[in-house]
């Protein structure tokens, strides 16, 4: 069982049965009460599955409604490799950028955070799907009021998941399309709002590791059809939100996005995954995922956890 150990200097020690994992050392001096706050919906907060309310208590809900979500999710998986960042939420379900801006800009910016991950409405606009228009204006807005409070801030934006009711549904605005022909749709508007201001530090590729997992043979691509054996499904029971499998693969995207640290550096026993229900085989199956996404636009060196114990997974820690 590893066991985790932070020493005075800042020095994170992983102790395990394994020799050569052992003995590695991470730093957390430069995340050290590092601030990441997230903005978003139920994309965010994880509506449709148990990830919703997981672990709360580890991240602060600034709307007071008890969410712990993707967030958490983050929050778990980089205390489990020693990184110490304060985590913080605030989410309204159905919205975009441009309702936070306009009910919660005095909440956001009550502190100068030091990263900051939103994504809009997952259709970018939900009066006008496809059109980048507001998304464009509002992330420049939003990139605006966080550097009045911290110069320095970094935002980054989200390119959220396809949805297959919008694909594959007959009123769906992508009806006739394939779910890659939305996630590059979705994509190309972040990359145009990410031009919009200079503290807008690159896109988050969610959407595009979701068609990965479908190409590559990990999910299935058409929920509404029903499920292929030996797949997963990434969406939950509306075929708009996503499943526990959807919502994992999205944290593990964001968290090396932000750390750029190997998700499979995590384990196939990592901790979360398995207190949500993922089997060892998804868990590996979705951090490979996560993993040659981020590679596609990161500086992320290849360090995948090597288990060679028979040990079970676990729960996580009480102390994570």
């Given amino acids: 069982m590893n066991q985790f150990n ?16 052992a003995s590695l050392l991470f730093s957390v001096s ?13 994309f965010t907060y994880g509506h449709g599955s148990p990830v919703r309310y997981y672990r709360p208590h580890t991240v602060k809900d600034l709307n007071l409604e008890g969410q712990g979500g993707v967030p958490a999710l983050f929050k778990s998986f980089t205390q489990q490799v020693g990184l110490d960042f304060d985590v913080a939420i605030e989410t309204r379900g159905g919205t975009g950028i441009d309702w936070h801006l306009a009910n919660k800009l005095s909440v956001i910016t009550q502190k100068p955070w ?9 259709t970018l606009d939900s009066q006008k799907p496809g059109d980048a228009t507001k998304l464009i204006e509002t992330s420049k807005q939003l990139a605006t009021a966080l550097v009045q409070r911290n110069p320095k801030a970094d935002l980054r934006l989200e390119a959220t998941f396809p949805r297959a ?7 769906g605005a992508w009806y006739g399309k394939t779910i890659g022909d939305m996630a590059k749709d979705i994509r190309t508007g972040y990359d145009q709002a990410a031009k919009s201001h200079p503290a807008i530090k690159g896109v988050i590729p969610v959407g595009e590791a979701w068609v990965r997992a479908m190409d590559a043979g990990v999910a299935d691509k058409n929920s509404l059809d029903g499920v292929d054996a030996g797949k997963l499904n990434l969406w939950t029971y509306d075929n708009y939100h996503a499943s526990t499998a959807g919502y994992y693969l999205k944290a593990l995207v964001v968290f090396g996005a932000l ?15 398995f207190e949500l229900g993922l089997s060892v085989s ?10 040659d996404q981020l590679i596609v636009g ?15 997974a676990q729960r996580c820690q009480p102390g994570l």
């Fill in 6 to 21: 932070i020493n005075k200097g800042g020095t994170f020690k992983i102790t395990c049965a394994i020799p050569f994992i």
């Fill in 30 to 42: 430069s995340y050290a009460g590092t601030s990441v706050l997230f903005i978003g919906n139920s």
């Fill in 114 to 122: 030091d990263i900051v991950v939103a994504h809009g409405f997952s």
């Fill in 165 to 171: 009711d919008e694909t594959y549904g007959p009123k």
């Fill in 259 to 273: 750390t750029l640290r190997d998700p499979r550096s995590l384990g196939g026993n990592e901790c979360s995954g």
């Fill in 282 to 291: 998804e868990v590996k199956a979705l951090q490979q995922v996560a993993f």
């Fill in 298 to 312: 990161y500086s992320i060196t290849a360090s995948p956890l090597q288990n060679l114990t028979t040990e079970p």
